[in-house]
């Protein structure tokens, strides 16, 4: 085999081992570009389903509480009755109002109020069970939604309830804020959910008319017949109720 022969192999198998190179070379530097375009693909994922659960929780819960908004406790409501009347079991509705809450906006300003709404809310959230559902119905309003509660269940609940709000005391700057609220619940068998709302609300009425931080509560059984509530609370601690 001649010299010059010899030299162009050479250089073939030169040329070879360096186009080899390079291409394992590129093959690296694509393996790489394509992991850090997953990489990045996680990332944008994970991202898009942090935003997309942080929407759905706005979307669900009052942005100043942190509780269930209108919309989702009326929901969760509806479901626990036909939850209720499908396996037969109590359920317990609690409408709560703080007492004179324009006083407090308008002695303190509206950054106290929402302070106090939020030491309620929290107030609420660290009496129920965790089955129990509480939200903000609307401004200074609440709903307490209290699966398996019966009159007496609701009823003593819903005094704890109004004890714990009695009780709190909201910072803001010097002044150390109290205020009260009434309650009015409503227990067992319920026909519907308007209809447990418009009870529980009845109640609310009659605990405002007759001298607020107090407890209304009326009992529904399933039989023919009306009666008025009766108060319940600090007035009549051991009454028994009302049937309607």
């Not at 407890?215 to 023919?224: G, K």
Request: glycine residues 8%; proline residues 3%.
């Amino acid at each position: 085999m001649s010299l010059g022969l010899i030299v162009v192999l050479f250089g073939v198998l030169a040329l070879a081992r360096w186009r080899f190179r390079r291409l394992a070379v590129q093959a690296r530097q694509a393996e790489l570009a394509i992991r850090h375009r997953i990489e990045n693909l996680e990332r944008e994922n994970e991202e898009l389903l942090r935003t997309q659960e942080q929407m759905r929780h706005d979307a669900e819960h009052d942005g100043l509480t942190g509780l269930w908004n209108h919309r989702m406790i009326l929901q969760r409501l509806r479901q626990e009755v036909d939850r209720s009347r499908r396996e037969g079991t109590l359920l317990g509705v609690i409408m709560v109002d703080l007492d004179q809450f324009k006083n407090v906006n308008d002695t303190y300003g509206h950054l106290a109020g929402d302070l106090v709404l939020k030491e309620i809310a929290a107030v609420f959230q660290q009496s129920v069970r965790s089955y129990d559902w509480v939200g903000r119905y609307g401004g200074e309003e609440f709903l307490l939604i209290l699966p398996g509660s019966n009159f007496v269940s609701a009823r003593k609940r819903a005094e704890k309830f109004r004890m714990a709000v009695e009780k709190a005391r909201v910072k803001h700057g010097e002044a150390s804020i109290q205020v009260t609220a009434s309650f009015g619940a409503v227990s067992g068998f319920p026909p519907d959910s308007e209809s447990m709302i418009q009870m529980a609300d009845a109640a609310l009425y009659r605990a405002k008319n007759n001298g607020r931080n107090c407890v209304i509560a009326t009992d529904i059984i399933p039989v023919e017949g009306s009666a008025e509530p009766v108060l319940e609370g600090r007035p009549q601690p051991d009454s028994e109720g009302a049937r309607i």
